[in-house]
């Protein structure tokens, strides 16, 4: 059934599907979806997505327009963020299986509610121990395309470090502890940025025999907690980078690339000079993000938080390549999309306090999808 004033970005939808992939290339689709969870709270309403009519938050709404884009951009990975565990369950694989022959992974993040008092980290829990949030991320696959030969569930990046008898690892676990114990980041932050974990799946292309690893993670979004997201990209990096097979990383890092944690995470660890730690292989960007252009856009607020990277070992330089990255909206695009309706609800800021940024009529997500063709 339509809503009536349901629109989609038609024209990137016509963009993507114009372009025919060859044999050898696939398409990888990363997008936060907004979870409901999140898009119906009350900090939702009056701060995050103030500008967003109700009726434009609302999921019976949104998620049709994000279901339509899923399908239409031709996806043959989704590396989804955000995805209510229920909706994932009840509605979102079914869905996707039986519209568009997808396979879906999934992980919840951890329940951990630190308050304000807490003064010190407590012991290293076994996973199953702790409760589950109703939101995670999901990796999705078109199984006449991809074998899963394996699926890695890191529950936690933090607690991986914590439990490791890696000597890397061990120095990456005692950095956070000594964070914590310092006051340089409140104590219950640290406590919450081991909720945080990631999804790998080793696939194997049925065309050309090839495998490859595929990641989706959302790290701690905090704005004091870039430390924080230091030390979980240095864990991540090293969990992934250590495998000898291409790599791609779809992910909202909650940091933009002129950060410390991307820089970190694209290169590695630097010394206090500026000077690399160690040699090796690095994550390259695979979708370029001129100037002008936000993957998250809301009132007051704009940045490049999603990312698609790729891993290259050196004996492995040339399996991968990045065949077309599709160019991401500019901010001022957006916004022209917004207003060009003539929404049946107006946004509920004037348009220069951000009154068509994201979610909006046309926009089901404070984020915007990232799309890019690979040859393998």
Known sequence: MLIE????????????????????????????????MYSRTESARKVYFRHCPAPYLDHNYRYPLIYRELLAYQGDILCLQEVDTTHFQQRLSHYLQEAGGYEG???SKLSIDASDAIEAL?????IETFERKNEGVAIFYKSDRFRLIR???????????????????????????????SKEVAMYLCMRARAHGALVCLFECSRTGCRFLCANAHLYFHPSATSLRNIQCLILRKCLLNKPLPIILAADLNTSPDSQPYKTLVAGPVNEDGSQQEPGPIFKAA????EGVFTNIVPGFKSNL??????????????LKVAHAFSVPTESEVLDEGRSVNPKHPPLLPEEEGGFTLPNSQFPSDHLPLIVDFAI
């Not at 024209?11 to 990363?30: D, G, W």
């Not at 890695?152 to 114990?181: G, N, R, V």
């Not at 979708?287 to 001129?290: A, D, R, S, V």
């Not at 999603?306 to 399996?319: M, N, P």
């Open 105 to 107: 992974r999934f992980i």
């Open 151 to 181: 699926e890695f569930k890191l529950d936690s990046l933090i607690m991986y470090a914590e439990a490791s008898e890696d000597p890397y690892f061990k120095q990456l676990a005692a950095q956070y502890h000594q964070l914590a114990e």
């Open 287 to 290: 979708i370029p993000l001129p």
């Open 306 to 319: 999603d990312a698609v990277l790729y891993g290259l070992t050196s004996d492995r330089a040339e399996t």
């Open 5 to 36: 004033g349901e629109t989609i970005p038609r024209l990137r939808i016509a963009e993507v599907t114009q372009r025919s992939k060859s044999s050898n290339e696939f398409r990888l689709v990363c997008y936060n979806i907004l979870a409901i």
């Open 122 to 126: 407590p012991a290293v829990q076994p």
